[in-house]
């Protein structure tokens, strides 16, 4: 599983703006809609159901909130960087300015399970990590997620 085949250039968002952590999910809810033809609503009541289970903070500014819909055909991933850090709840208590958001079809079972374990290994390198905060724009956050090297190091 190769990140280029779960996010797409126009789910990269260099700066999102937002305050809080259910701003961060519903702001990311409407760019998963745009992306892939689903409810903004099913998408936002599918995150915030997963996030009642335990918070998907991964801890060192990273969160990675995900779910799976019965209407979506594949996975989809959207990647944000965000403008100031934002609480979480995450697992170490330190604010996230990096979120990786995950849809998935119900049936996708292993698929799922595998694009979560690619992403959170990605993003568990510290050089890949460090060039994600230091990118300005989404064109330079989509090459460094699906640089052939960043991935085969993960």
């Known amino acids: 599983m190769e990140l280029e085949d779960l996010v797409q250039p126009e789910g990269v968002v260099a700066h999102l ?3 809080s952590k259910k701003q ?3 702001e990311l809810s409407e760019r998963a809609a745009k992306i892939t033809g689903l409810s903004e609503r099913a998408i936002f009541e599918t995150l915030l159901e997963r ?9 060192q500014g990273i ?33 996230v ?12 079972g292993a698929d799922h399970l595998k694009a979560l374990a690619r992403i959170s290994r990605l ?3 510290p ?11 989404a064109s330079a956050l989509f090459a460094i997620l699906t640089e052939p090297a960043a991935t085969n190091a993960a």
């Open 17 to 19: 703006k937002v305050t």
């Open 24 to 26: 961060a999910l519903q």
């Open 51 to 59: 996030e009642r289970l335990g918070s998907t903070g991964v801890g």
């Open 63 to 95: 969160a990675i909130p995900h779910g799976k819909l019965p209407e979506i055909d594949r996975l989809h991933g959207l990647f944000a960087r965000l403008d100031t850090p934002i609480d979480f709840e995450s697992v170490d208590d330190q604010p």
């Open 97 to 108: 300015d990096l979120i990786f958001l995950l849809l998935a079809p119900e049936t996708a």
């Open 123 to 125: 993003l568990r390198n």
């Open 127 to 137: 050089s890949v990590v460090e060039k994600l905060r230091a990118s300005e724009d």
